[in-house]
C-alpha cells in the first residue's frame, strides 16, 4: 500500500469515528439545551413551587433511568457483535430480548412506586404543598417506565448497527415533543405540574413508538416474522445487564460523595462542588460520543472475528479521546474561570469554585481512559470486567484514598475523584492486557 493510500485509509477511518461520534455529540448537547428551555418555562410560572417540584420529581424517575443505562449499554455490545458477523437473525433477537427486558422491568418500577416516594421522602425535606406537587409529578411520570426503557434499547440497537444520525434524531425529537408539550399544557391550558408531568409521559411514549418502527424497518421486522427468545441468549444479556447495573450503581455512589459528603463542609463548599460537577457535564459531552463510537466499530471488528481490526478502531478511537480530554483540560486551563462565572454570579461560591478548578483541568487527561475503556469492555462485551474493576475503583481506591485524605477536606474529596478515574483506566488496562492477549497482541 502506498503511502497516499495508507493516509487515506487512515482518514476514511476517522471520518467513521466522526460519524457515529458527531451525532452522539449534538445529541448531548441538544438534550440539556431543549432541557433549559423546559425548566424555563417551569420556572415563569407564578409560584416557585411548582418549579421545585417538578426538580424533585424529575430528578427522582431520571435517576432510576439512569440507573437502568445498563439497558443500553448491553444492547449496543450484543447488536454491535451481531452486526459485524452481518447476522441479521441476531440481531432481530437481540432487540426482542430488550424489549422484553425493558416492559418487564418498566412495570416493575411502576409497581414500586410506592417504595420509590418513600425512599424519596427520606432523603428530602419538602414542605407539604411541594411535597404533594412532587408526589402527583411522580405518579403520572411513572407510566413512562416503559416507553423510557424501551428508548435505551432502541438507542442501543441504532448505535449498535452505526445509525448514529437516527439516534440522534430520536434525541432531539424526545424533547422537542417535550418542550411542544409543555408550551400547550403548561402555558395554554394552564396545567402547572400536571401538565409538565404529562409532556414528558406523551413525549416519551411518542418516541418509544417512532423508535419501535424505525428499528423493525431497519431490522426487516414485521409482525408476522417476529423473532423468538431463546432462553440462552436471555440468559446471557441478563447477566450482562446486573453487571452493568453495579458499575453504573458504583460510579453514582461515588459522585453522590462529591455533593453528599461536601455538606460537612459548608454550603459554600457544596454549591461550589455542584458547579464544578457541571464540568464533568461538558467533559461527557465530547468523550461520551467518542465512547459510542468506540462501543460500536470494536463491537463490530469482534463479531467479524478480526483481532486486526479491534487493534487499529483501538487505536484511531484513542487518538481522537485524547485530543478530546486534551483539549477539554486547556480550555478548563484558560477558560475554568469564566465558565464557573457562567453558570454562577455569587461570589462567594466563583471564590471557592475556583480553589478546586486545578483538580477539573487535570481530570479530562486522567478520566478520559476511563471512558475510552469502557467503550472497549462494551464492545468487547466484557461486562463482568468492567463490573470487577469498577468494584475495584471503588472499594480500594476511592474510599481509601478519601479515608486518608479526609484531613485534606474537600481537596481530599476531588484527590479521591481524580484516583477513582485514574484507577478505573488502570485496572481496565491492566484487565485488557491480562485477558485479551489474542486481540491486542501482534500475531
Known sequence: MTLSAWRRFWMADHRRVFAIALPMMISNIAAPMLG?????IIGHLPEAIYLSSVAVGAMAINFVYLMAIFLRMSTTGVVAN????????QQQRHWNHGLLFALILGIVIIAATPLLLMVLWSLVDLELPVKSLTAQYIDIRIW?????????????VLLGRQQARSAMFLVIFINLVNVIGDVILIIGLNLHVVGAAYASLIAEWSTALLGFFLVNRSLGLTF????????????ALARM?????????CLQLCIAMMTGYATYY??????????????LVLIALGLDGIAYAVEALIGQAKGQKNPQRIRHWFRVSLFWSFVFALIYSLIFLWFGSSIIRLITNIPEVIHTAEIYLPWLIILPMVAHWSYFYDGVFIGLSASKAMRNTMLFSTLFVFF??????????NHGLWLALVCFMAGRGMSQFIWLRWNSVSVFQRE
Open 36 to 40: 433549559l428551555i423546559d425548566t424555563a
Open 144 to 156: 413512562g417506565a416503559p416507553a423510557a426503557l424501551i428508548n435505551l434499547v432502541v438507542l442501543g
Open 82 to 89: 451481531a452486526f459485524g458477523a452481518n447476522d441479521i437473525a
Open 266 to 279: 459548608g454550603a459554600i463548599t457544596v454549591a461550589a462542588n455542584a458547579v464544578l460537577m457541571q464540568f
Open 241 to 249: 445487564n446486573s453487571d452493568i447495573f453495579v458499575r453504573s450503581l
Open 224 to 235: 408476522a416474522r417476529w423473532p423468538r427468545a431463546l432462553w440462552s441468549e436471555t440468559m
Open 400 to 409: 481509601p484514598v478519601w479515608w486518608l485524605s479526609l484531613s485534606l477536606e
